[in-house]
């Protein structure tokens, strides 16, 4: 059966555990949320013990994977074996091995696999046969209009009332962030119960003096955008942090070092043994993993080169032509350029 995140977690709870399950989306956070749903109620049921198999591309070692699954366990009854799919597409060995796995399930196995890249063209008979098992649970992205019914949602679940026009703010506030605002909703959750104000409705005045502004945007979100491919976001938040009077100096360690990463990652054979490599969290192995697709690895050397070169402009220690570059320009054609293909062109200009 195929579940939305809302319903997921309570369908988890009231049934026995399945043979298998698919958590699968590009909205990281809902993925995290669902996977940690399966592994709460594996522990609920008497599960301890967990296998973790990153499968990546030409990499990924399917016969490792079957030998594991099929031996038994040393420790404990039962086993929850996780399958994390960064693309989504097991290929043909793993697609037949998933099959398989399905139509007889092992009585000491219950599987899950994770997808962090999903689309109607991702499923086939491998995640067809999940479902028939089990579960699926897509997190499709929040579109915009559907913000403010999640966050919404989202309060309440944490027991605050909130005026609609507190949760349209909000919503406007974090910018289609999700984790952003899911920390925010838990903040205010905390907050209000030291007030002792969770059964009040909170209305846009008492939501304005608790949540921070969002629209302050950071580095870290600034990269994002950009490694996320949002061009538009990387130019208004931008003007956003110029405006807040921020200097580019403070901002450049975080992008070239963000950048060098991807850099590293971009030559990688294994990718998911150099994310271990390079400390790189879960939650944000997505975003790097789409980043990675838009540009090939000797461009992601010339981008970390760029920003080398708008860190010593901002400095004073670089100038084009007669006068002195614009860093602020620079750093937007750089971060444009991480975010587009197509605006590479601009490092030239």
């Not at 592994?39 to 594991?68: F, K, N, P, T, V």
């Not at 790189?280 to 540009?295: F, N, P």
């Not at 402009?313 to 320009?329: F, M």
């Amino acid at each position: 059966m195929e579940l939305n995140v809302d319903r997921f977690a309570a369908q988890l709870a009231g049934e026995p555990l399945r043979p298998a399950y698919l958590v699968a989306g590009s909205e990281t956070l809902l993925v995290l949320e669902a996977a940690d749903a399966v592994r709460s109620a594996a522990r609920a049921q008497g599960i301890d013990e967990r296998d973790i198999h990153d499968m990546e591309g030409r990499d990924a070692d399917w016969d490792a994977l079957d030998a594991a699954i099929n031996a038994p366990s040393l420790f404990a009854s039962r086993r929850l074996v996780e399958v994390r799919l960064p693309t989504g597409k097991p290929g043909t060995e793993g697609a037949k091995l998933i099959t398989g796995l399905c139509a007889e399930p092992p009585s000491d196995v219950v599987l899950l696999v994770i997808a962090g890249d999903w689309s109607r063209t991702h499923g086939g008979k491998w995640s067809e046969a999940v479902t028939r098992a089990g579960h699926a649970c897509i997190a499709w992205p929040i579109k915009p209009h559907e913000l403010t019914g999640w966050i919404g949602a989202r309060l309440r679940s944490r027991g605050v009332k909130a005026a609609p026009d507190a949760v349209a703010r909000l919503a406007q506030r974090v910018e289609g962030n999700l984790l952003a605002a899911a920390q925010e909703v838990d903040k205010l959750a905390l907050l209000l119960d030291r007030d002792g104000g969770q059964s009040a409705v909170l209305d846009l005045a008492k939501m304005e003096s608790l949540v921070a502004d969002s629209a302050r945007f950071d580095v870290f979100r600034l990269i994002d955008a950009a490694l996320n491919g949002q061009p538009a976001q990387v130019s208004r938040m931008l003007a956003g942090l110029r405006g807040e009077g921020e200097a580019i100096p403070a901002l450049m360690g975080m992008v070239v070092k963000e950048l060098n990463t991807v850099a590293v990652l971009s030559r990688a054979r294994n990718l998911a043994a150099e994310f271990k490599a390079q400390r790189v969290w879960e939650s944000k192995q997505a975003v790097y993993t789409r980043a990675l697709k838009r540009h090939p690895p000797e461009r992601w050397q010339r981008l970390l080169v760029e920003a080398g070169k708008v860190d010593r402009i901002s400095k004073g220690r670089v100038r084009l032509g007669q006068e002195s570059a614009d860093a602020w320009q620079q750093l937007e054609r750089l971060l444009l350029a991480v975010a587009d293909a197509g605006a590479v062109r601009l490092l030239a200009s």
